[in-house]
Each structure stands twice: as structure tokens, then as C-alpha cells.
């Protein structure tokens, strides 16, 4: 199979579900849409933990010690949020949300240019955030095949129905943001090969599923935790793993 299927797969399910959605949320009450978004973010709070569990991992502790894990996840998101904080990364996110918004729906209200921002910046965080994202476009891009980026396609595209009947046409715009961080790790794996070892995947995905939970915590309406802030957390855990094993 070509590398890239699993992308190109993907970024059309979550185009045609937006497209759904969108067509259905004009029929929904807006009680309606709040419901499904607490329901997303109930589901997107299941899939964080089992997600976070990964710091259990026992090819990961072979690696770091017992004690280490836990460690590794806490070193890893107060680095990345502090260089995350430091690029600005959540207001550029927002701003290539609003610029977007701009461009592809022209002038509307600040209400509704705030639920195309919102739209795009969640969506894309929990498109692009995922275990699955990782690991199957790395595998995408080794030439293991793309089943597992077929099976997120499959989850995004409902999401995308889900998330467009309430943000509306903010969830198509993060199609972008898979193409971009989807290809460049499938582009990643075709020319490094298998650059990442049990150990560090795990340490990957438990940080993931944490970031997973502030997306959760957004959706659900308690804290606007900046998200976008923390990403750097997924390139910072694999370096402490070699770190710490490097010492240990």
C-alpha cells in the first residue's frame, strides 16, 4: 500500500462527516448539540485514560525503573507547556482558526467566528493528539500498513458529524491540521525507519492520553485548559525516556 493511504482516508472522513454534521445540526436544537458535545467529551475522557494508562507499560518501566514512568509523563508535559507556552502555540492555533475562518467563510458574527475557532482548534486537537495518530502514521509510513489509521478514520469521521453539528464548518478547516501532522509523521517514518522502540511509544501515548483529558475537560465546559500549549509534551517524553535510561 502506498504511504500517505491512511492519511488521504482519513482527512476525507472527517471532510464527510463534517459535511453531515453540518447538514443535521441545522435540524437540531441547540440543547440538542450541547448534548452531544458533553457526550463527546464523556467519550473522549474514556479514551484518555485508557490511553494514559500506557504509563503502566512494562516494556516501559523495564526500561526506566518502576518509579520512573509516572515521572517521565509529569517531566514531560511541565517541559512541553513551558516551551508550548513560550512559542505561543494555543494563540497561533486560534489564529490560524480565525485566518482560516476568514477565508473560507468570509465575514460573519463574533459568535460565530468563535464557535469556527473553537470548532477547528478542538477537532484538530483531538484528531491530531490521539495514540492512534502516532502510531499509525509512523506505521503508515514503514510500510506496516495503514489499518490502524483506517480505524481512526473510522472513529474522526463520526466525531467530525458529532463536532460539526455544533461548531459547524470549523471542524472541516482541521482536515488541514491532520493532512499536515499525519503526512509529516507518515514522511517521517519512510525515512527514519523504526525510530522509536516500545519504550518510548508508550511513554508517547500515556502523554497523549493526559493531553487528551484537557480536550475532555474543554469539551465538557469546566476549564479552558490551552491544549495547543502542551503538544510539545509528545516530542519532549521520548527524550526524557532516553535520558533516563541513559543514567539509570
Known amino acids: 500500500m502506498i504511504p500517505g493511504t491512511g492519511t488521504a482516508v482519513n482527512v476525507a472522513a472527517v471532510l464527510l462527516g463534517a459535511l453531515l454534521g453540518r447538514l443535521l445540526g441545522n ?15 464523556l467519550v473522549t475522557l474514556l479514551i484518555a485514560a485508557t490511553s494514559a494508562m500506557a504509563v503502566l507499560d512494562v516494556d516501559l518501566a523495564d526500561e526506566v525503573g518502576d518509579s520512573a514512568p509516572m515521572l517521565i509523563v509529569l517531566g514531560s508535559v511541565l517541559v512541553g507547556g513551558i516551551v508550548g507556552s513560550l512559542l505561543r502555540l494555543e494563540s497561533r492555533v ?37 495514540p492512534l495518530t502516532i502510531l499509525g502514521s509512523l506505521n503508515d509510513g514503514l510500510g506496516n500498513g495503514a489499518d490502524q489509521l483506517f480505524l481512526k478514520s473510522t472513529l474522526d469521521g463520526f466525531a467530525a458529524i458529532a463536532f460539526a453539528a455544533s461548531f ?37 501515548t500515556a502523554t497523549g492520553g493526559l493531553l487528551l483529558v484537557g480536550v475532555a475537560l474543554r469539551l465538557l465546559r469546566i476549564r ?25
Open 27 to 41: 435540524r437540531l436544537p441547540e440543547r440538542t448539540r450541547d448534548l452531544v458535545t458533553d457526550g463527546l467529551g
Open 94 to 130: 486560534e489564529s490560524l482558526g480565525g485566518w482560516l475562518q476568514g477565508r473560507l467563510a468570509g465575514e460573519t458574527g463574533s459568535e460565530e467566528r468563535q464557535r469556527f475557532i473553537e470548532g477547528f482548534v478542538i477537532s484538530s486537537l483531538i484528531f491530531c493528539t490521539g
Open 168 to 204: 459547524g464548518w470549523g471542524v472541516a478547516a482541521s482536515a488541514i491540521t491532520v493532512v499536515v501532522v499525519q503526512g509529516s509523521l507518515t514522511v517521517l517514518g519512510v525515512l527514519l525507519g523504526d525510530v522509536l522502540p516500545e519504550p518510548h511509544l508508550a511513554a508517547i
Open 224 to 248: 479552558e485548559i490551552p491544549v495547543a500549549d502542551l503538544l510539545p509534551a509528545l516530542l519532549v517524553a521520548p527524550m526524557l525516556v532516553t535520558v533516563v535510561a541513559a543514567v539509570r
